[in-house]
């Protein structure tokens, strides 16, 4: 879709915001932790770390929200749902993992996890694992349309944390879902 | 301080031979709850101990009634009333007086009211302790088979009460009941959308929280010495197998290097733990020590492995997989081999419990509406669903006496954790703050 402000004068002014851009661009800075350790945890593991990745310029004038809280509120990237019990990506939501992954090749720097979730019917200890495959199940269909791996995390929230509350098929649709978490920009 | 038994009838112990050491029967069907003491004497063929439970005698006062009479005589009944061993006499039909019964009259006033024993206790003060004195009687000679006096010292009435019921228990089984054990579980309560975890009582006292990531905290299990607990932790990502001892502040976490990380549970050297981990999307089986050491992957399958539970003699590992379709629990040993499929019906079974002596696996079932709690026999593949009615029944753990099963139980938009007999009797509601889930039985008497 055009966006409507593609001007000569918003070009120009994008060229500027571009070169503004270049002499203030900062190496991509490493995830950032985003773990609220709320008492002292002595974790004996090491903190995996990415090589830093060089940040092509957006070749648009739009920007995103500097705050992730607000881009995440944005809903660029849609959901993604699943059947009951599966973790396929279904024909239907083809083409609304077409746009996401559309909009992340615009965002090349965009970093993000996929949460998996599944609805209340299944058992706990099942689900938390089937959130897992859906979780990447969406990833990997991200990656078969042209996204870097390393921009996608995985999580599985199980039916920890469901969308909607509620006992019918219109509330278990909605929580059997990939949901996108923008983690850097 | 406890004396020994004063007096101790062996022949009236022997009689009740039948009894000693073996588990309640199962009853041919599911019963209905909550449970009908008719209902179940009926089902038991009578082999219940019908038991006269009244008030214990104290000097007369307010305090003493409501600070000591009363929750002792709460939790008293509470625990004999909801053993498999026992029936208590309706407390409506006790005679006045005839404590304890001297004569054939007035042990036959108290035979009148349905009892074979009946439990006399007196409380009294000694200066700042308080005393309780407790003889069990058997109304046909009207000669105690138990007595003892029982000090409380620094403890509670409440605690007096479970060790006079365990001694109750021990006299008839040779083993206590479960009535000083706790449980660990995972509750919302505190708010948001995060989950602690909280231990209590066997019967929903003393409920304390234990962790404080505010964060999830789901899906614990408790080692065979009863000192550590281990749990899946989302305070970091990806979601870690976290562990500490009780009574001390740390928690660590166990370095792995796969996701998912969850439904950690211990092997009875404590020095191990099975989980289900993810790697590149895959889940499968893992055992892994508790400092990362010696990570093995037991399972290797494109299909969802999870849910993995050590056996109590250590050799193998149930799980659920959804290999073959639906998911079902299968049982490998601890190289990943011998596979093979222990739930052969309904359309979804998950989350295995093994008992205490590993003949039976408890586990959420679902043939078709809601998930029920279901008993497998090992040793005969027969299956009996011991809960019933709606709602979502999930998570069993045993008692470490293997008398009673503990589950979550969600009811509309409330999940409250539970507990019954293992032939669903004597069923009771165990939380109510928040919703509470993942329970998990101490699996030691003491």
């Known amino acids: 879709m055009m966006k409507p402000f593609r001007s000569v004068g918003l070009l120009l002014a994008a060229g500027l915001l571009v070169t503004a851009g270049c002499c203030t661009k900062k190496p991509a800075p490493a995830p950032a932790p985003e773990v609220k350790v709320a008492e002292p945890t002595p974790v004996p593991v090491p903190v995996p770390t990415e090589a830093p990745i060089a940040a092509p310029v957006p070749d648009v004038v739009e920007t995103l929200p500097a705050d992730l809280a607000e881009l995440n509120k944005k809903g660029y990237l849609k959901d993604v749902f699943f059947d009951y019990d599966q973790y396929d990506i279904r024909a239907d939501q083809r083409d609304v993992m077409a746009g996401n992954a559309e909009w992340l090749r615009k965002w090349p720097t965009v970093k993000l996890q996929v949460e998996g979730h599944c609805d209340e019917r299944g058992s706990n200890k099942y689900n938390m694992a089937l959130g897992d495959k859906r979780a990447n199940a969406t990833r990997d269909y991200l990656v078969s349309l042209g996204i870097d791996a390393s921009r996608v995390t995985t999580i599985s929230y199980g039916e920890e944390r469901p969308f909607v509350e509620g006992q019918d098929e219109s509330a278990w649709s909605q929580n059997r879902r990939g949901h996108f978490v923008i983690t850097a920009k | ?446």
């Open chain 2, 1 to 446: 301080m406890r004396l020994a038994p004063a007096v101790t009838t062996l022949a009236l112990v022997l009689s009740l031979a039948p009894l000693s050491g073996q588990q309640p029967p199962p009853p041919a069907a599911p019963p209905a709850q909550p449970s009908d003491i008719s209902l179940t004497l009926s089902q038991e063929g009578g082999r219940r101990i019908a038991l006269a439970v009244p008030p214990a005698t104290a000097p007369a006062s307010d305090v003493v009634q409501s600070e000591l009479v009363d929750p002792f005589h709460k939790t008293l009944a509470g625990d004999l009333g909801t053993s498999p061993w026992f029936v208590l006499a309706d407390p409506s039909l006790h005679p006045k007086g005839f404590r304890p019964p001297t004569t054939r009259e007035e042990g036959d006033a108290w035979i009148a009211s349905g009892a074979q024993f009946l439990l006399d206790t007196q409380i009294r003060s000694e200066g700042t302790n308080v005393i309780v004195a407790a003889q069990l009687l058997d109304l046909r000679t009207l000669r105690p088979i138990l007595a003892k006096t029982y000090s409380a010292g620094g403890a509670s009435i409440r605690r007096v009460a479970h060790v006079i019921a365990n001694d109750i228990v021990r006299q008839f089984t040779g083993k206590p009941g479960p009535f000083l054990t706790r449980i660990v579980f995972s509750s919302d309560r505190d708010g948001g959308r995060n989950k602690e975890l909280y231990i209590m009582d066997y019967d929903g006292e003393n409920q304390r929280r234990i962790t404080f990531h505010r964060s999830l905290s789901i899906a614990p299990d408790w080692s065979y010495d009863g000192d550590k607990v281990v749990y899946q932790s989302f305070v970091s990502t990806p979601p870690g197998l976290h562990w500490f001892s009780l009574g001390a502040p740390a928690r660590t976490r166990i370095p792995v290097t796969t996701e998912l990380n969850s439904a950690p549970s211990f092997s009875p050297d404590g020095k191990t733990v099975t989980y289900a981990g993810s790697v590149k999307g895959n889940p499968e089986i893992f055992v892994v020590g508790l400092d990362g050491s010696n990570p093995r992957r037991l399972t290797n399958s494109s299909a969802i492995d999870s849910s993995p539970r050590f056996s109590p003699n250590g050799r193998e590992i149930a799980f659920t997989s959804n290999r073959q379709g639906s998911p079902q629990i299968y049982l490998m040993d601890l190289e990943g081999s011998n596979v093979r499929k222990l739930t052969l019906t309904g359309n979804w079974s998950d989350e295995p419990a093994f008992s205490p002596d590993g003949g039976r696996l408890a586990y959420a079932c679902r043939n078709e509406g809601d998930f029920q709690i279901c008993i497998l026999d090992l040793t005969t593949g027969r299956t009996v669903q011991i809960s019933s009615g709606p709602g979502a029944n999930e998570n069993p753990s045993w008692s470490p006496d293997g008398t009673r099963i503990a589950w979550e139980l969600q009811r509309g938009r409330s999940t409250q954790i539970v507990s019954a007999g293992i032939d669903g009797s004597g069923f009771k509601v165990l939380t109510s703050a928040g919703n509470n889930g993942y329970p998990v039985w101490q699996r030691t008497t003491e």
